[in-house]
């Protein structure tokens, strides 16, 4: 849902998606003078406890609280205390509520704060009220899990330890990092009834409570069939982890005198993670897909999300794909089905569309496609490559251009690419990180992280690396979603299994769907991207700028004049672009310019 108010001295424009609500201000030049920041009060509209609360802030002002770390709150002294944006307000004009839940009506008022640290004046604020995204809604689910596996949040309500009941649903700690993806998967399954079918998919293949779960299934009458990533037992007794899940949990290879799982031999990496509902006359009626593997890290530790697309149409193709892998073809055998079900779409794709698409293709037509759209933007442009950003996509991305771009990684760009990437002030880019450890360079390439020496943040901002014990390729992002114009009133948002690379185009077994026009799930991967991009952006500055003196000051301090506004206000600063960017012409789109690619 989106909200705007462009009246008064002060403007606002709000997105929420399910579990997020971001919010950009804007004032004119004369107001930001002696401005200290924005107070954020919500309350929930039409609950029982509505809650009405001045949100939470991170920073202090120094003269004020001096030694945050070690403040005890005022009315009970056992207690830490609890800093709100009504005392120490935010500076900045974006800002986002990560608290919120889905479906909920939330009533927002932001309070610009003038006078002195300690003796802040309230000036007239906004009022206003924005509902957030139900998870599923209009034939299309998403869910997102926590993703940041390490974060103070965690670390506030957990304390710095690995989850202990990971294979526990139920368990508060595995219910917070799943934060519904689990869920939504494991009621996917059980939602299918007896008579009625599964296919399934998958690369990874070893989370036990999913597949016990379609074990389940199979018990209870539903024709199921898998379709997983097999290795061959090694000369040195290494067996393939998805057999050794499997036997755990039971899953029979054949029931009923029907064979029931399948090995992907043949695929150079079978990477797909989807599962396709069938109605009891065995037509596809649904599909579940996205990023996540079938594994512990997938659904609890690294950044995933997972859609559901209720469309017969999308879920026929999806079949008839599954289909043609379960026969475990070779690669040049399996691109003319792909072909035939996925031909190499449009510059412009229709109106208010879903279109998938399949890999291994004969070319990488598709990744010039990707470039051609990054061109195209008129507003802004955010994707997330676990495994770096492919070349077809650097000078897209990399080249001068009046709209903002948003990169989020892995790991850190070589320093041939990091070139490249910062050639124009209006990209940014993040990557995945521990607060308190930076990664290691050899011959230009990133290595390894070691923890930064002598790294004092860790009094205010705590180092966290509690969850990683899975281990795996990706530890942070594994996410891969391109978003064209989501501020724009026809968004292109591409997600899936594939990285945007040649590999996930030419090679590997892949599915991924193009949404055009659908602002509802854009702001909801929107709103995600923020959350974490914001989260792993801060950590790359702290790590990076370790040696800088003042760091701290300006990590876990206020700044105590309005001088913070001054790079918000710049011309041409990325802080003061980003702030136009979310108030530009929404009518404004990446169709204008693709169309001259028909």
């Not at 004032?27 to 401005?35: A, Q, T």
């Not at 008022?109 to 006078?115: A, I």
């Not at 939504?184 to 990874?204: D, H, M, S, W």
């Not at 390439?445 to 899975?470: C, Q, S, V």
């Amino acid at each position: 849902m989106r909200y705007e108010n462009l009246n008064g001295d002060f403007k606002v424009r709000a997105i929420a998606g399910t579990r997020t609500v971001l919010i950009v201000l804007d004032c004119p030049e004369n107001l930001r003078h002696g401005l200290m920041g924005f107070g954020f009060w919500r309350e929930t509209v039409g609950a029982a406890d509505p809650d009405p609360k001045w949100l939470r802030s991170l920073k202090v002002f120094r003269s004020v609280i001096p030694d945050p770390p070690n403040a005890k709150d005022p009315k009970d002294p056992t207690k830490a205390r609890r800093f709100d944006t009504e005392e120490f307000p935010i500076q900045s004009f974006l800002w986002s509520d990560y608290t919120a839940d889905p479906g909920t009506r939330y009533r927002f008022r932001v309070v610009p704060m003038y006078g002195a640290p300690g003796d802040l004046e309230k000036r007239e604020g906004l009022s206003f009220e924005i509902t957030t995204e139900q998870e599923y809604g209009q034939g299309i689910g998403v869910w997102f899990n926590r993703g940041v596996i390490a974060s103070q949040a965690f670390a506030r309500e957990f304390g710095n330890s690995a989850p202990p009941e990971p294979e526990n649903p139920a368990h508060k700690v595995t219910a917070w990092l799943s934060r519904g993806l689990l869920e939504a998967c494991l009621q996917f399954i059980n939602g299918t009834k007896p008579g009625e079918g599964l296919r399934v998919a998958a690369y990874e293949f070893t989370y036990q409570p999913v597949l016990k779960a379609l074990k389940s299934a199979l018990e209870r009458g539903v024709d199921l069939l898998v379709v997983y990533g097999y290795e061959e037992p090694t000369a040195k007794g290494k067996i393939c982890a998805n057999d050794t899940a499997i036997d755990k949990a039971g899953l029979p290879r054949e029931y009923g005198g029907k064979q029931v799982l399948f090995h992907r031999t043949k695929a150079t990496i079978p990477h797909n993670k989807f599962i396709v509902r069938l109605d009891n006359n065995g037509g596809a009626v649904s599909v579940w897909t996205g990023s996540t593997n079938f594994t512990e890290s997938g659904f609890l530790g690294q950044s995933n999300v997972g859609t559901i697309i209720d469309d017969p149409a999308i879920a026929a193709v999806y079949l008839a794909y599954w289909k043609a892998v379960r026969e475990d073809p070779v690669r040049d055998d399996l691109r003319p089905a792909v072909m035939a079900l996925t031909p190499q779409p449009p510059a412009v794709v229709p109106a208010d569309s879903i279109t998938p698409l399949f890999s291994p293709r004969p070319t990488s037509g598709m990744l010039k496609w990707f470039g051609e759209r990054i061109r195209d933007a008129a507003g802004a442009v955010m994707i997330t490559t676990p495994f770096g950003v492919s070349e077809a996509l650097i000078e897209p991305l990399a080249e001068d251009r009046d709209f903002l771009r948003y990169v989020l990684m892995e790991k850190p760009p070589t320093d041939k690419v990091k070139a490249r990437l910062t050639r124009d002030k209006d990209l940014q880019y993040a990557y995945g990180a521990v607060l308190g450890e930076i990664y290691t360079f050899r011959n230009g390439e990133p290595t390894a992280r070691k923890p930064i020496r002598e790294f004092e943040l860790d009094k205010w901002l705590l180092k966290e690396d509690h969850y990683r014990h899975g281990g795996g390729f990706v530890f942070f992002v594994h996410t891969k979603f391109l978003i064209i114009d989501a501020l724009s009133n026809d968004p292109l948002l591409c997600s899936g299994s594939a990285n945007f690379s040649p590999n996930s185009i030419l090679l590997n077994d892949e599915n991924v769907l193009l949404f055009r026009g659908n602002q509802r799930v854009t702001d909801i991967f929107l709103t995600e991207f923020d959350r974490i991009f914001r989260h792993f952006y801060i950590r790359k500055t702290i790590n990076e700028n370790a040696g800088e003196l003042d760091l701290e000051n300006k990590v876990a301090f206020l700044d105590e004049t309005s001088a913070w506004t001054d790079k918000h206000f710049l011309p041409g600063s990325f802080s003061s672009r980003r702030r136009e960017m979310f108030f530009a012409d929404p009518a404004k789109t990446w169709v204008t310019q693709a169309m001259e690619h028909r």
